[in-house]
C-alpha cells in the first residue's frame, strides 16, 4: 500500500477527549452541561441504530441526551410540536430529528422548525442556505461534511485552488461537501448519476469525495497518483466468512486506491467515527452559544 491511511477514528477519539475536557472545562465554571435531545419517527431499524451510538458517545462526553420516538403514524403536527417543546426547554442545547422521516411528513418543514441556535444536525434551510452563500456562515455545519472537511484539513492537502471531485449530490453528504470545498477556494466538480465519464474526471482530480452508496464503485486506474481520497460511503456486502454474514466496505475500491492514492481513508474507521465526533462538538457549540458566547 502506497497511499498514507487517514486514520478516522484516532482523530475522531481525540476530538471526542477534547469535547469531553471542554465540557468538564463547562461544569467546573458552573455552566450547565450541554443536553442533547434526538427525535426518531417510526420503526426504521438504521435509524434506532444510529441514534443509539449518537447516545452512547453523549455518554461518554458528559453531555447530557434525551430520546424521543413517536410512532411511524405520528402526524406533522405532533413532530412539529415535540420539536417546539424543545426549542423552549432551556436545558436542551441541541435537537437531533433523526432523518429519514416516514413517508407523509414533510422533512422541510419539520427542519425549519428547529430554532436556529439549537439545530446541531446542520440541515436547517437557514444554515444550509448560508452555506451556499458567499461571505455568509452556517450557525451549524452538517456532521459528515464537516467530518470530510476535518480529514482533508488534517491529511495536510492545500485545498486552495486544488481540483476536487464528489462523487454524489445528496442533501446530507455530496452538496454540503461541494459547498464546503468552494469555500475553502477548491474547484469542484459534482459527479451524479447523469454525469458522463467519470472516471475522466476523477484522473483530474487532487482530492475525491466519494459518496454515491456504491460498494467499491471507485476502480485503482480511475484515480490521479497521490490523490487524497475520502470515501463516505458505507455498504454491507456478502460476506460468508463473517459471523454476521456480511462485511461493511466503502463507495472506492480500497486495495486497487491505496496504491495510486497519496492518502485515503478505510472502510470502517474513516468518516463514520468523524460524523459522530462532529455531532458532540455541534452540540457543545450549541451550549455555548445559549450563554452568549457567539463564537461556540
Ligand atoms: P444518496 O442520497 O443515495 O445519494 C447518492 C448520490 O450518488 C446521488 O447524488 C446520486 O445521483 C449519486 N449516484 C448514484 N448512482 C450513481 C452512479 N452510478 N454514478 C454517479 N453518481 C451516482 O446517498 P447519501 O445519503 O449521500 O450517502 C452516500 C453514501 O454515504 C452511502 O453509502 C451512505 O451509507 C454513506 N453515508 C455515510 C455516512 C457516514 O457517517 N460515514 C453518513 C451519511 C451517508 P442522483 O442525485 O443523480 O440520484
Known amino acids: 500500500m502506497r497511499a498514507k491511511l487517514i486514520d478516522g477514528k484516532a482523530i475522531a477519539e481525540s476530538l471526542r477527549e477534547e469535547v469531553k475536557q471542554k465540557v468538564a472545562e463547562r461544569v467546573e465554571k458552573g455552566l450547565p452541561a450541554p443536553g442533547l435531545a434526538t427525535v426518531i419517527v417510526g420503526d426504521n431499524p438504521a435509524s434506532k441504530v444510529y441514534v443509539r451510538m449518537k447516545h452512547k458517545a453523549c455518554q461518554e462526553a458528559d453531555i447530557i441526551s434525551i430520546g424521543h420516538e413517536l410512532p411511524a403514524d405520528a402526524s406533522q403536527e405532533e413532530v412539529e410540536s415535540l420539536v417546539q417543546k424543545l ?38 434551510p437557514i444554515n444550509i442556505g448560508r452555506l451556499a452563500q458567499k461571505g455568509r456562515e452556517p450557525l451549524f455545519i452538517p456532521a459528515t461534511p464537516a467530518g470530510v472537511m476535518y480529514l482533508l484539513e488534517n491529511s495536510g492537502v492545500e485545498l486552495s485552488g486544488a481540483n476536487a471531485v464528489v462523487l454524489g449530490r445528496s442533501n446530507i453528504v455530496g452538496m454540503p461537501v461541494s459547498l ?117
Not at 458522463?196 to 484515480?223: C, N, T
Request: with cysteine; glycine share 10%.
Open 180 to 296: 464546503l470545498l468552494v469555500k475553502a477556494n477548491a474547484t469542484v466538480t459534482i459527479c451524479h448519476s447523469r454525469t458522463k465519464d467519470i472516471p475522466g474526471l476523477i484522473r483530474e482530480a487532487d482530492v475525491l469525495v466519494a459518496a454515491v452508496g456504491i460498494p467499491e464503485y471507485v476502480r485503482g486506474d480511475w484515480v490521479k497518483p497521490g490523490a487524497i481520497v475520502i470515501d463516505v460511503g458505507v455498504n454491507r456486502v456478502e460476506d460468508e466468512t463473517r459471523k454476521s454474514g456480511y462485511r461493511l466496505v466503502g463507495d472506492v475500491a480500497f486495495d486497487e486506491v491505496a496504491e495510486v492514492a497519496g492518502a485515503i481513508t478505510p472502510v470502517p474507521g474513516g468518516v463514520g467515527p468523524m460524523t459522530i465526533a462532529m455531532l458532540l462538538r455541534n452540540t457543545l457549540r450549541a451550549a455555548r452559544l445559549a450563554d452568549g458566547n457567539g463564537n461556540g
Open 87 to 124: 426549542n423552549a426547554d432551556p436545558s436542551i442545547h441541541g435537537i437531533l430529528v433523526q432523518l429519514p422521516l416516514p413517508a407523509g411528513l414533510d422533512e422541510e418543514r419539520v427542519l425549519n422548525t428547529i430554532s436556529l441556535q439549537k439545530d446541531v444536525d446542520g440541515f436547517h
